[in-house]
């Protein structure tokens, strides 16, 4: 058996999800940061209380996975979810995560504060997105084609004027949805250039290692196995789509046949079981950490 842990990013936080994380956690964090997660729908309007409210859930998980004996075998981010796969793997502290993630956060606010965002659009292949998004890009309403999760689910980034005039030249050429995302900012386009240089000049002074499990970067989907890359993948994926859709075709040459989402939301979940309807799955959002041990080492025995 090879277990692939999958982190979520951005768009599935969810007021109360904090709920069972430890108070030490959560001091944890302000003591790091300053800021105090308020775990509640207008909280999670603000990309910095979103992104360190998602980070400080998954740190929890991999310490609750780990107390019952569980590692990975391949470790796969969306997004700021490399965060998290880089403390899962060992490439990164818990301590040091929080901080990038702060900085991460506040400059990704600060760059554009009100106007932008991502949208998704399914049922169009990403050539026939990227021909809407050369229709409706230039200077005053820039977007991108950005993330690819499937092979029919295409991300786009930029300003909401942009957005919103691609989505719907999308629904006028037969694509299956539109929606908007609920992140607030321009993730993975060339915007974020700015961001990636601040975390270029955080990380170099920051301790990383070599990860212990293989980690599948953001940026081209391969396997990595020494910390350079992943130290690119935390600097540079917001510059760059995530080819999820690739990633995942790696995680299955590379044998894994179990995957294990980790919170919140199961987003992932659903597109590893449309993809590879072989795979076996967990949600952690759906079952209790007895019968996620249980199902690991029943599976583990054959």
Request: proline fraction near 4%.
């Amino acid at each position: 058996m090879s277990v692939l842990w999958i982190f979520p990013g951005q768009g599935g936080q969810r007021s109360g999800m904090l709920k069972d994380v430890p108070e030490s956690m959560l001091e944890k964090v302000k003591e790091l940061t300053g800021v105090e997660l308020t775990d509640d729908e207008q909280a999670y309007q603000d990309s910095i209380q979103i992104q360190l409210g998602i980070l400080i859930l998954q740190l929890f998980n991999i310490r609750q996975l780990k107390k019952i004996g569980q590692t990975p075998d391949v470790v796969a981010g969306h997004s700021l979810g490399i965060f998290a796969a880089g403390v899962a793997s060992g490439v990164i502290s818990e301590d040091d995560a929080i901080k990038i993630v702060y900085i991460r956060s506040q400059k990704m606010q600060e760059s554009y504060p009100s106007g932008y965002g991502m949208g998704a659009i399914v049922g169009l292949t990403r050539k026939e997105v990227t021909n809407l998004v050369d229709q409706v890009n230039n200077e005053t309403q820039p977007v991108f084609t950005s993330n690819q999760n499937s092979e029919l689910q295409t991300v786009i980034s930029g300003s909401l004027k942009g957005i919103k005039k691609v989505l719907e030249l999308a629904k006028n050429n037969n694509a299956q949805k539109t929606v908007l995302l609920k992140v607030p900012v321009p993730s993975h386009s060339p915007l974020m250039q700015s961001v990636a240089d601040v975390l270029e000049k955080e990380l170099a002074k920051v301790s990383l290692n070599d990860p212990q499990s293989i980690y599948l970067a953001n940026y081209n989907g391969h396997a990595i196995r020494k910390v350079d890359g992943v130290k690119y993948d935390m600097i540079n994926n917001l510059v760059h789509p995530v080819y999820w859709d690739t990633m995942m075709d790696v995680a299955k040459e590379l044998g894994v046949d179990t995957a294990l989402e980790i919170k919140p939301g199961h987003t992932f979940t659903k597109l590893v079981k449309s993809k590879f309807p072989d795979f076996r799955t967990i949600t952690m959002d759906n079952m209790s950490l007895d019968d996620i041990q249980f199902l690991l080492e029943k599976w583990k025995r054959g």
